[in-house]
């Protein structure tokens, strides 16, 4: 019996080191697997003060309006007016097309790419529609702040023009962020796939740190273009003239460098559905 007991103190005391590493073998994976999200405070103001303030937005319900022709003929405008908080993408209008997309714009995500168009029609962006949050992103080459980043110059210029307005930048940690959380959901590296996420990735990144839950509108699922009854959309309802949005998806999907993996993004879209409360309208998704 005295033997018994002392062998298994023998067996405890090897084993306990061994469950120790164990342990932390797991938790470093973990660490090294998951990012930690900077929340809010991934979006920097564009002010002349030179003191650090963050995005401090809170929504219970936000509607994530997606620029595709998809949203033409839904009727969904009331129902988009009257939740909470409003979310647009780049320079995607309202005047004109308010039955099918609503009137109100509380936040609108805009690429660095973009920002040309909003400057052409600034009076309208940042007078008639000062109310609006903007968020700007770009890479580092263009959003840098040291006088050298020719888009964060552009906007500074027009934060000095407009002082009541409230302009964001994705920070570069926020940026790293993203790229990493791609990466977690395909284990594909973005940069060596040669891909770009799209302003829509940083939309609903955005929408994760600030909303509740998310009713996202007018934006199609990973296998919706495979469909063979899919309908023919313009890629965006304020450009009737255009490539149709499932050409231009599969387009992106597959050009070897510089394109946006749209099909992929909404693949990544329907997971994190499944942790968040997400849920797609004008189509539903399954799922």
Not at 91 to 100: H, I, L, V
Not at 129 to 156: C, H, I
Not at 219 to 236: E, K, R, T
Not at 264 to 275: D, G, H, N, S
Request: proline share 3%.
């Amino acid at each position: 019996m005295k033997y018994l007991r002392l062998r298994w103190v023998c067996l405890l005391s090897l084993s306990l080191p061994l469950l120790l590493w164990f342990a932390h073998v797991i938790r470093s994976y973990g660490s090294a697997h998951v990012p930690h999200s900077t929340g809010l405070k991934g979006y920097g103001r564009i002010s002349l003060s030179r003191v650090d303030q963050f995005l401090k937005m809170r929504c219970s319900q936000c509607a994530l309006v997606s620029s595709s022709g998809q949203m033409l003929g839904t009727g969904a405008g009331e129902e988009i007016d009257q939740i909470s908080c409003v979310i647009r993408m780049n320079n995607a209008p309202t005047q004109g097309y308010e039955k099918d997309v609503g009137s109100r714009t509380s936040v609108r995500v805009v690429s660095h790419t973009s920002v040309p168009l909003l400057v052409k029609n600034e009076r309208y962006y940042f007078q008639h529609s000062a109310d609006t949050v903007y968020v700007f992103w770009g890479p580092e080459r263009n959003m840098r702040q040291d006088g050298k980043g020719r888009t964060f110059n552009v906007l500074l210029k027009i934060a000095r023009k407009y002082p009541n307005v409230r302009i964001y930048a994705v920070t570069r940690e926020k940026i790293l962020y993203c790229d990493r959380m791609f990466q977690i959901e395909t284990g594909k590296n973005r940069m060596k796939t040669g891909a770009f996420l799209s302003t829509g990735f940083f939309t609903m990144i955005l929408a994760m740190d600030m909303c509740n839950s998310i009713h996202v509108y007018g934006m199609v699922h990973d296998n919706y273009c495979s469909q063979a009854n899919h309908s023919v959309v313009p890629y965006h309802y304020y450009e009737r003239n255009r490539m149709d949005e499932c050409k231009m998806y599969k387009v992106h999907e597959h050009v070897r460098r510089g394109g946006h993996r749209f099909i992929t993004e909404k693949t990544i879209y329907a997971k994190w559905a499944t942790r968040h409360k997400i849920e797609f309208r004008h189509p539903v998704w399954s799922l």
